[in-house]
């Protein structure tokens, strides 16, 4: 059984930084784009970021210079480094994979769970 299971939101302050994490298990997505979107209540769910099997990284503007994704093909994890969160990047992160680099959520193949990032003002 495929799983990609999401860990690190939780709640902080303006300027503060979180670090999330995505522990895939039932296959290698090695060749995999791995991704992060993100959904806020009420909108639609989003870009954040990327990282292709030869390890190229895409972000959306928003979050450019703010955030870093990372993988680790060893473990079959990846990661999302937020500094400098703002009020605005409040929302469900999901991390998701796919055969090829989309910025459209409905490629990705696999999802997991979402876990909840709140920024306080």
């Known amino acids: 059984q495929v799983q990609l299971v999401e860990s690190g939101g939780g709640l902080v302050q303006a300027g503060g930084s979180l670090r999330l994490s995505c522990a895939a298990s039932g296959r290698t997505f090695s060749r995999h784009t791995m991704a992060w979107f993100r959904q806020a209540p009420g909108k639609e769910r989003e870009f954040v970021a990327a990282s292709t099997s030869v390890g190229n990284t895409y972000y959306t503007d928003s979050v450019k210079d703010r955030v870093t994704i990372s993988r680790d093909k060893g473990t079959n994890t990846i990661y999302l480094q937020m500094n400098s969160l703002k009020p605005e990047d409040t929302a469900v992160y999901y991390c998701?994979?796919?055969?090829?680099?989309?910025?459209?959520?409905?490629?990705?193949?696999?999802w997991g769970q979402g876990t909840q990032v709140t920024v306080s003002s």
């Open positions: 998701a994979a796919a055969t090829y680099l989309s910025y459209r959520w409905t490629v990705y193949e696999y």
